[in-house]
């Protein structure tokens, strides 16, 4: 049994390392002091990291993916929490045709996605404006929000709200006193995943964005057609340690959320 394991453990080990090993073979090119991507790296400098913090391309880039992610993020807590109530309330066929068409943009491929809000936004005439990169980034947003959303809700505690009632409390302090509080760590797991989605998204500012909304992953996009430079590598290890700390933030919000639902249970 233990050689089972063992061996389970080592081809677990293998496609952790065959799936990561590309990923961190950036990280070292990113401070080679030589202008071509190659191993052995002639020597280290910081000289990248210095061309990306003081470019104005990549800022601009960098403030536009936090402006659109950062709009698209509170717009589809918003929306997505309001939609997580409603399905939450409501059963039968029509619900869960609902569910289907809010969850479709994690269905569906990306670049139809990325035509059909193309489709959608060019005769309202917001293709190439900030706006349009915004509602597009919004649609892919809210399923992120809905699914723990969602989960939160159907697992909460109705008695709780009607225990409230029985106080005095008004539905409206209800909610804001009890019932928020309760999803707030589900509302701020999904706008974290939410924010990831929109930031690291390049399919739909390639058919959306114009110059003036170009994002940091449509500029690596760029970058990569015209010419393979080491700034890349640096914007991608940039990026890869703003997603991991994402991930480990989404990681406490969840195991916060779970001890919640827990001490909640042994109430």
Known sequence: MNIWRMLFGLVCLAVLVFLIAPILA??????????????????????????????PKWYLAFVNS???????????????????????????????????LILSPMIVPIVLVAV?????????????????????????????????????????????????AACGARPLTAFFRVTLPSISSAMASGALFAFAASFDDVVIALFVAGPDQRTLPREMY??????ISPELTAVATIMMIFSTLLFLLMQSMQRKRRRMLQSASHA
């Open 116 to 164: 059909a809000l193309y489709l959608f936004l060019a005769p309202l005439q917001l293709t190439n404006t900030m706006t349009g990169m915004i509602i597009a980034h919004i649609v892919i947003a809210v399923p992120f929000v809905v699914i723990p959303v969602l989960t939160a809700i159907e697992q909460l505690d109705h008695n709780l709200g009607r225990a409230a």
């Open 26 to 55: 950036v990280i070292p090119l990113s401070f080679s002091s030589n202008s071509i991507l190659s191993y052995p790296l002639p020597g280290l400098s910081l000289r990248w990291y210095e061309s990306v913090l003081t470019s």
């Open 222 to 227: 760029s970058g990569l057609r015209e010419t």
């Open 66 to 100: 936090m402006k659109i992610g950062l709009a698209a993020t509170f717009f589809a807590v918003l929306l997505g929490t309001l939609a997580s109530f409603g399905l939450a309330r409501r059963q039968g066929p029509i619900s869960s045709a609902l569910r289907i």
